[in-house]
Structure formats: structure tokens, C-alpha cells
């Protein structure tokens, strides 16, 4: 019998996962890891070499961990979970002329529910991944908190997790910074850990190409929204677009337009199929609309409540007013300008260190415009 039970870990190949069972394992769970497989690169036609979480390398170094220390793994085929939910949507989104987000929907909506399901019949209590977070108990609530690594802290994406779910997750790796995850690899052996470069692309677009990506997952569509115009804030027609879905809120780079000065993409108008152009200056806006709310620090938000927002991942936070409107819809009135909000894109609300909730950013707005019909 184990000391603290049995624990269904994720394991990705990659030090981080590969740490956390480890450390697991050391304090006396009775770990089970698991690696899962959401997408074969192959099947969407790209031309690079699989890598990251999927590739078979990746499985293969997190099974050698499992061997080594004498607890089982097994592999868990998802793929079809996350073509339907998170590609679904990653191409939909584009198409809706928003930036998704897919690795938050992945980690929260499709590898949570799939690992707690294995963990019931595995008879694990709990779970655990490597995410450099914390979780704690406050007023009846599981609450995420940043990690002691700020470099690494990876709150930001568990903003989506629920409360029974967080209820039988654990971060062992929350205490600990990078730097300390790699002694500890160095000192039990792992140096091929410790070298493993890491990989921050998206898991099914490993070049880097999510426009090559729509148009073999959509063979029609470069026909359908090419031609498009781009236009000023002033509504001045400069030039001729690629489509609307192949651009992002706050690019600059590959338009294929010049005029004389930099310019950034704005907006971009689905039903009219434009790309706006504005200056720097053009791309701040007040506030924003977000839906699809997750709250964890509180059930609901009964006033307004000061708060520090990300709008992405590597964003430092802004000070910002949120405003709970309706059951599944919060404003956010920043307290300064804040430049390139992209709609698709996960907000995070964050008081202290912890996680007050989060959702998805449906649309941004100044302080001139109308909030009537959101």
C-alpha cells in the first residue's frame, strides 16, 4: 500500500512532466504515468519532423522514466477528442476572424476531462501534470496561484480548469524554478532531460504556419476570402488582402502591403472581409467584452472588482476595473490603453498571486464606443 495513494500523472516526455512524477514517486504515491497522443503532424500534410508531446520520441523518454522507477505507463490515444474539440475550434475561430488559443482549451478542456476519466478507472484519486502552479483552498474554493519561477509560472493556462477537477489535481512542481528541476534531473541521472531542447509551438503546426495549416485543413478557403480590402481606421481602401483569416490583431509583418510607414492590423471584419491598418497609436484600446467565463477564486463576482489582467500568455497583467454583467460575461476597463487585444485570446484575472477566473476575449472596445449591443 502506498503512503499517499494512488496518482495518474501526465507525462508529456519533458523534464517538467517527467520531474513532477518523479518527485511524486519520491514522496510515495503510487504513480501511474501516462503520455497522450493528440495529433499525427503527418495527417495534416506539413513537411516538418513530428516533434514536442506527440512525437514518438517523446513517448518513448517518458516511458523510459516509468521503467526506470517501476511504475506502470501507459499510452492514451485522444486524437479524436482533440480533433473535434480543440482543431474544431482552432480552425473556427480563424474563420470567426479571432486568434485562438488552442493550447489553454487543450489543457483544460480536453487533457483534464480525459485524465480524470482514465484516473476513475485506474482507481487514482488524483492527478497531477508539471505546470509550474500552485493550487490552494480557500472559502470552500480550489484556487490557482502563480508559481514561485516567474519565467515559468503557468497559471495563465489553467484559468479553464474547474473545481472538481481541481479538487483531485496536484503541481508538485509549484514550489520549485527551473533551474531547481534541473539539479534535481542532473542528480538522479537524467542528463538526457536536462539537454532535451523544449518546444513552444503549437503541438499540430510545429512550422510555425497556421496559414499553410487552414488552407490544407480548408482546401476551398483561400479561394473563398481571397481579395478582400485593406483599409485605414479612416476607412481609406489601401490595398488588396490574402483573406481575413490569415491575419492577426497587432501584426505587422508579412501584409504585403507598403506604405511608406509601418502599419498594424486593428480589426478585422469577417462580413466584409477587411483587414483594418492603423499606427501603433491605433492599436490601444480601454476595455474589453469576455465570455465563457471559469471562475475560481469566487463563485460570482458581486461588484467591481480591481484586478490585474492578462490578455496572453508572456503579458505582464494591466491593472483593470472587472465588471460580472451577466451569468457568462465579464467587462474589463483597463486603468491604461493596452495595445493589440485579439479576440479568441484567453483574459485572465489575477488578484494577488492568485487566479480569480478567466474566459475568452470577444471583442475589445474604447471608451467612445457602444457596449449596447455585446
Given amino acids: 500500500m502506498s503512503k499517499h495513494g494512488r496518482i495518474l500523472v501526465a507525462m508529456s ?7 513532477a512524477a518523479v518527485l511524486l514517486h519520491e514522496q510515495g504515491y503510487e504513480v501511474i504515468g501516462m503520455t497522450m497522443k493528440t495529433w499525427d503532424y503527418a495527417s495534416s500534410g506539413g513537411s516538418k519532423k513530428e516533434t514536442g508531446c506527440c512525437s ?6 517518458a516511458r523510459n522514466i516509468a521503467v526506470n522507477l517501476g511504475f506502470p505507463h501507459y499510452i492514451l490515444d485522444i486524437r479524436n477528442e482533440f480533433g473535434d474539440s480543440v482543431i474544431d475550434h482552432f480552425t473556427g475561430e480563424y474563420l470567426e476572424g479571432r486568434t485562438p488559443n488552442p493550447c489553454v482549451l487543450c489543457n483544460t478542456h480536453i487533457k483534464w476531462d480525459a485524465l480524470l476519466r482514465r484516473a476513475d478507472r485506474l482507481d487514482c484519486e488524483f492527478i497531477a501534470t508539471g505546470h509550474y502552479a500552485h493550487i490552494r483552498e480557500e472559502n470552500n474554493r480550489h484556487i490557482i496561484s502563480k508559481g514561485v519561477d516567474t519565467l515559468k509560472d503557468q497559471s495563465y493556462v489553467l484559468w479553464g480548469v474547474s473545481q472538481e477537477s481541481l479538487s483531485r489535481t496536484k503541481l508538485p512542481l509549484g514550489h520549485l524554478r527551473k533551474s531547481e528541476i534541473r539539479e534535481m534531473a542532473t542528480e538522479r541521472g537524467f542528463l538526457e532531460l536536462v539537454t532535451k531542447s523544449e518546444s513552444y509551438e503549437i503541438c499540430f503546426v510545429p512550422d510555425n504556419d497556421y496559414r499553410g495549416f487552414l488552407k490544407r485543413r480548408i482546401p476551398t478557403l483561400e479561394k473563398e476570402v481571397a481579395g478582400g480590402n485593406f483599409v485605414m481606421e479612416d476607412g481609406r481602401v489601401v490595398g488588396k488582402h490574402e483573406g481575413y483569416p490569415f491575419y492577426t490583431i497587432g501584426q505587422r509583418k508579412g501584409l ?3 506604405l511608406g510607414h509601418p502599419v498594424f492590423v486593428t480589426e478585422i ?3 466584409t472581409n477587411e483587414v483594418v491598418l492603423g499606427l501603433d497609436k491605433d492599436l490601444y484600446r480601454d476595455g474589453m467584452v469576455v465570455r465563457k467565463l471559469n471562475l475560481q477564486k469566487y ?5 467591481p472588482l480591481e484586478t490585474v489582467t492578462k490578455i496572453r500568455y508572456k503579458d505582464a497583467g494591466t491593472p483593470a476595473l472587472i465588471s460580472q454583467v451577466s451569468d457568462d460575461q465579464i467587462n474589463v476597463l483597463f486603468e ?9 485570446q484567453a483574459a485572465v484575472f489575477y488578484e494577488g498571486d492568485d487566479v480569480i477566473g478567466g474566459g475568452w ?3 475589445s472596445f474604447r471608451q467612445t464606443d457602444s457596449l449596447s449591443n455585446n
Avoid: T
Fill in 336 to 344: 491604461q490603453g493596452v495595445s493589440a487585444i485579439a479576440p479568441g
Fill in 299 to 303: 463563485d460570482r463576482i458581486e461588484k
Fill in 269 to 271: 471584419r469577417k462580413d
Fill in 13 to 19: 516526455g519533458g523534464i517538467d512532466s517527467s520531474l
Fill in 361 to 363: 476575449i470577444m471583442k
Fill in 56 to 61: 514518438l520520441d517523446s513517448i518513448n523518454d
Fill in 256 to 258: 504585403g502591403i507598403a
